[in-house]
């Protein structure tokens, strides 16, 4: 069985602080998406790496998918209050090619003003 | 922006009832999936859906669930006979051709069991 585990799985931080949000599986995956999800609706995709070694930035996000494609990680630097939520990482494991995602249990980021 | 729709918001049923879930994925995609999230807890898989056939679909997808595609817009998620363990937010989504793994998520169903 496939699975992802997120750290830290809470993060409580001060406006302009930096942090880095850790998504770690022993399993191989095709891609992997970051998403972000507000309480009650559904999760937005935020970014997809699907090479290794991957670097993709967002204005304040930096993502990176591990040279093995195993685990990926989430910096934001000069966390703002309106980064806070909840941020999932979501995989496609290998050799699935049916779209499938494996979720992580989630990163709760609160950002204080 | 295109982006993918779900209805009702909210559905409450009783025990042993059917209820569909219906969702209208984004116009030029080609893969449908249905997740769920029990209160609390991680986003589970539950099918996936391509060229009008299920491609995978979980241990969680018993013989109680069935996904159709009526039409060329919606996606639907049917339940024969509920049971309170199926209470849990319901999110379809969808992905295009260019990345079947890049998958836009619709606001979701709450469906309540009593």
């Known amino acids: 069985t496939q699975l992802l585990e997120q750290s830290p799985q809470f993060l409580s931080i001060q406006e302009g602080e930096n942090l880095t949000v850790y998504c770690n599986s022993s399993?191989?995956?095709?891609?992997l998406q970051w998403y972000r999800q507000e309480p009650g609706e559904g999760p937005v995709l935020l970014v997809t790496v699907v090479t290794g070694g991957e670097v993709k930035k967002l204005k304040r996000l930096t993502f990176q998918f591990g040279d093995a494609r195993k685990d990926s990680s989430l910096h934001i630097t000069a966390a703002q209050p309106g980064d806070t939520g909840l941020y999932l990482c979501a995989g496609e494991p290998r050799p699935s090619n049916t779209g499938k995602l494996i979720f992580g249990q989630g990163t709760t980021l609160q950002v204080k003003p | 922006e295109p982006e993918v729709t779900q209805t009702p918001s909210h559905q409450v049923t009783q025990m042993g009832q059917e209820v569909i879930l219906r969702c209208v994925p984004i116009?030029?995609?080609?893969?449908f999936y249905w997740y769920r999230q029990i209160l609390g807890q991680k986003v589970e898989f539950l099918v996936s859906f391509y060229n009008n056939e299920i491609s995978e679909k979980s241990e969680i997808f018993d013989d109680q669930f069935s996904v159709e595609r009526p039409d060329g817009s919606n996606f639907t998620l049917k339940i024969r006979s509920t049971k309170l363990e199926d209470s849990a937010m319901y999110f379809c989504a969808s992905s295009g051709i260019s990345g079947r793994s890049e998958q836009y998520f619709g606001p979701g169903t709450r469906l309540t069991v009593t």
């Open positions: 116009s030029n995609h080609l893969y």
């Open positions: 399993s191989v995956f095709s891609s």
